[in-house]
Every structure is written in structure tokens, then in C-alpha cells.
Nanobody, 118 residues
Framework: QVRLVESGGGLVQAGGSLRLSCAAS???????????MGWYRQTPGNQREFVAA???????NYADSVKGRFTISRDDAENTVYLQMSSLKTEDTAVYYC?????????WGQGTQVTVSS
């Protein structure tokens, strides 16, 4: 059974920074091929929206709204993807979810709340 567990959310003032982490884990040998990993976010009443993604070859893609402020990275030795968020704005407030293509199946984490105060 594969799981994605996010951490690092919280409350921060506008202009501040936060770093989200998402680790993939599972029973012995169950996590053996992680391809694309990414981050999405969702606010109440809205659809989940794409934030950033990184491929196994380290190509990255970002939503226009976060370009230049957010950086996605990964550590394959730790099966972990990170989202460094800087210059945060109140409109970045959302529940952030990671997802990953693991062993040719897509998985989602449970989400972590990020709240940016003015």
C-alpha cells in the first residue's frame, strides 16, 4: 500500500515563506518507481488547481500564478518532493495536496493547510 504524507503547512504572514514536504512510503518494495511528482491546491468551493510539477528527469512546470515565487524539488533517495514557497500572498491560502505517479499509478496525499495572513 503506497501513501503520500504532506507536512510543513501552517500560518504565515504575507511576504513570508513556507516549505512543504511530501514523502512517499509503503510496504517493503512497494515504492520502486516514482515518475512525475507535483503539487495542487484547493480553496473552499473551488476545483483543485495545479501548482507545480517535477519529472523524474528534473524538468519542472509551474502555474503562472506562482512562477518566480515557488520552487519544486525532489529527493529520490528519500522519495520526497518539496515545495519552497516564498513571497507568499493571501491568495495562496489553500489546502495543498501532493500527487505522484508511482509504479504507473497516481496517488494523492491527504493535504496540508497553508494560511497566509495580511
Amino acid at each position: 500500500q503506497v501513501r503520500l504524507v504532506e507536512s510543513g503547512g501552517g500560518l504565515v504572514q504575507a511576504g513570508g515563506s513556507l516549505r512543504l514536504s511530501c514523502a512517499a512510503s509503503g510496504s517493503s518494495g512497494s515504492v520502486y518507481n516514482i515518475n512525475t511528482m507535483g503539487w495542487y491546491r484547493q480553496t473552499p468551493g473551488n476545483q483543485r488547481e495545479f501548482v507545480a510539477a517535477i519529472t523524474k528527469g528534473l524538468s519542472t512546470n509551474y502555474a503562472d500564478s506562482v512562477k518566480g515565487r515557488f520552487t519544486i524539488s525532489r529527493d529520490d533517495a528519500e522519495n520526497t518532493v518539496y515545495l519552497q514557497m516564498s513571497s507568499l500572498k493571501t491568495e495562496d491560502t489553500a489546502v495543498y495536496y501532493c500527487n505522484a505517479d508511482i509504479n504507473t499509478s497516481w496517488y494523492w496525499g491527504q493535504g496540508t493547510q497553508v494560511t497566509v495572513s495580511s
